[in-house]
Structure formats: structure tokens, C-alpha cells
């Protein structure tokens, strides 16, 4: 076996994540990097827990073999399906996952009604449940799923009169029913954060999980490269693999984050159990 750079990987769907991404490299720039994109299966939202499961689990075994020693999931719906199932299939790797931001959004609230805007997986499945449970005594939770918002940005679609009215569709009918906090609870909808705040304006509230879960994937970084003596190199190696079409996920990293790649492709087998570097 190749002996790899110790590295942090990334996972999402698409370009969700990248969000994430770049606000960890923002953190820890001499870190090497893998970041996932399984965009011949987005959106994963509307999908079965056992199909995100299966997907989340052979990105796992491709980055640990490409040298990750610590996982981001980068992705709301990935850690609401697949986060503990994971934690238990490879109990010596360190993930990170999300959860909905409900707490801070409740400590915020002024109108008692927080706006919860995520995906149907996410907005249905079990960290949701839990943080709702654990921290939404005596405020009004209004879950929200946007459909459409991850394919809008995939799309490219942040800002104009079409993204807009797509944005107004979901966010319109949470704001009505008197949410002053909205939480952002898909990494996707990061890119929408600039034409959300202008569209609910300075008495409303966005919250955007993205930074703290940033910050925690860098603290256990630095842990273990105390630790391990990981290699801190100047000039770190960033890896990014799209399962789809490389051309358009490279066009996306500049749009998104000003990135120039090099993406390389990734192929399911026909099972979809595993993912190699060829045909
Ligand atoms: N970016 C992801 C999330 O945070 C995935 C969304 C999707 O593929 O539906 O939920």
C-alpha cells in the first residue's frame, strides 16, 4: 500500500460542504486535505437512510485509504443518517459531524419562534429529534424543508430574481409564522446566507453552523498533530473527487470558493458498495 500524507477528509453529497472546507483551511492552511463530492447521487436528501448509510460508508473507506485520519461530514443529512452508524463501523476514526444549530438559535429568540431550514432527511431524522427534545423547552420550532435549495446551488443560482424567488418560496411561509432566528441546517444553503440575510433583513437572525463545526474539526486536527507528529508541511495537498462530471465540479470550486482544483474522478462500482480511482 501507498504510504499517504495523513490528511482530513471531507464529505458531502456536492458542494455543500465546501463551505466547511474552507473555512477549516481558513483555520489550518498547512493541513492536506481530501474533500468528496458524490454528486452522481445529489441530492442525498430526499433518499433512505440505508442508501445514505451504504454511500457514507464506502466515502469513508476510500478516504481512509487515501490517507484521512480524521472525517469531516460536512453535510447535515449525511450526520443525521449515517454519523453514528459510522462512528460504530470504524470506532478508531474521528468524525465530525452536524447538527441542527437549534440551541443557539433558541438562546437568540426574542419572538419564541426559531425556523429550523434543512432537508427532508435532516429535518426528519434523529439529531434533529434530539436537539428539539433537549433544547427547544417553550419555544416554537418550525422545521422547513427547502426542496429545490440544493440543486439551486449546485446550479450556481446565489443571486437574481430567480434564485430569489426560489428562496422566497420556503423562507417566505417560516417568516410569516413569526421565526425572528433562522438556522441554517444544510451546508448547501451557506451559499445562499448572502441573499437570505438581505431578504429577512437586520431585526431577524441567520445562524450558520459552518464556522463552529470549522473550528471543532481544527481543534482535534491540532490535537492529534501534536500527538502524532502528522505532517505539517508547508504548501498542504488538497484532494478534491467528484463522482460526477470533474469539468463542472471544477468550474463549481471557483465559483464557490475561488479554488482551481485539480478534481479527479471517482466511479461507484456497479453496486454501489465501493468507490475507485478508475473505470
Ligand atoms: N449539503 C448536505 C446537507 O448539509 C446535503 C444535502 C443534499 O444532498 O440533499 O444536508
Not at 458542494?15 to 489550518?28: K, P, S
Not at 413569526?178 to 451559499?191: E, K, N, S
Request: net charge neutral; proline share 7%; hydrophobic share 45%.
Amino acid at each position: 500500500m501507498i504510504d499517504r500524507a495523513p490528511a482530513v477528509g471531507f464529505m458531502d453529497s456536492g458542494v455543500g460542504g465546501l463551505a466547511v472546507w474552507r473555512e477549516f483551511v481558513r483555520l489550518i492552511p498547512n493541513a492536506p486535505t481530501l474533500y468528496v463530492a458524490d454528486q452522481a447521487h445529489v441530492p442525498y436528501g430526499p433518499r433512505s437512510l440505508e442508501e445514505i448509510r451504504r454511500f457514507a460508508g464506502a466515502i469513508t473507506r476510500f478516504m481512509l485509504d487515501q490517507g484521512a485520519r480524521l472525517i469531516v461530514v460536512a453535510s447535515h443529512t449525511i450526520s443525521a443518517a449515517a454519523l453514528w452508524p459510522l462512528r460504530e463501523a470504524f470506532p478508531e476514526v474521528p468524525f465530525v459531524g452536524i447538527e441542527p444549530a437549534v440551541k443557539p438559535a433558541v438562546a437568540q429568540t426574542r419572538t419564541g419562534v426559531i425556523g429550523v431550514l434543512g432537508t427532508f432527511g435532516t429535518l426528519n431524522g434523529p439529531l434533529m429529534a434530539r436537539v428539539v427534545e433537549r433544547f427547544a423547552r417553550g419555544v416554537r420550532v418550525v422545521p422547513r424543508v427547502c426542496s429545490g435549495w440544493v440543486e439551486q446551488v449546485e446550479a450556481g443560482l446565489l443571486e437574481g430574481e430567480a434564485a430569489e424567488a426560489l428562496v422566497r418560496q420556503h423562507l417566505d411561509p417560516v417568516l410569516q409564522m413569526g421565526a425572528d432566528v433562522l438556522v441554517l441546517a444544510c451546508t448547501h444553503y451557506t451559499f445562499l446566507a448572502p441573499l437570505i440575510r438581505r431578504l429577512i433583513g437586520p431585526e431577524r437572525a441567520l445562524i450558520d453552523p459552518t464556522p463552529a463545526v470549522a473550528r471543532r474539526a481544527a481543534e482535534i486536527w491540532q490535537a492529534r498533530a501534536r500527538g502524532e507528529e502528522l505532517n505539517q508541511a508547508e504548501g498542504a495537498i488538497h484532494r478534491f473527487f467528484t463522482t460526477d462530471d470533474p469539468a463542472r465540479f471544477q468550474e463549481q470550486l471557483q465559483r464557490l470558493i475561488g479554488r482551481d482544483g485539480p478534481v479527479e474522478r471517482l466511479y461507484w462500482d456497479p453496486h454501489e458498495m465501493w468507490l475507485t480511482l478508475s473505470s
